[in-house]
């Protein structure tokens, strides 16, 4: 997975998009490749909070590259449900 912290610049602070060599789901547009992915806040399952899929395009707009490892316990569990490979 490619995973995008914008550091809470906006709700949807972590978007994941699968890797290419996964069954990641991307289209062409003339501005590139938009990637099927999730985005979520720190609190996906809050009623409150923010976590639904979404398409984007891969990149340092999305913010810092991380790893699974850093996210927060349910955005990583928001991330794996949606990426079970």
Do not use: C
């Amino acid at each position: 997975m490619r995973i995008y912290d914008n550091g809470g610049k906006t709700w949807d602070r972590y978007t994941i998009l699968p890797d290419r060599w996964t069954r990641g789901q991307s289209r062409r547009t003339p501005g590139g490749l938009l990637w099927e992915g999730t985005a979520a806040s720190e609190n996906p399952y809050h009623p409150q909070g923010f976590g639904q899929r979404i398409e984007a395009m891969a990149g340092p707009h999305l913010g810092k590259q991380i790893t699974l490892a850093d996210l927060p316990p349910d955005v990583r569990r928001f991330a794996l449900q949606n990426f079970e490979e």
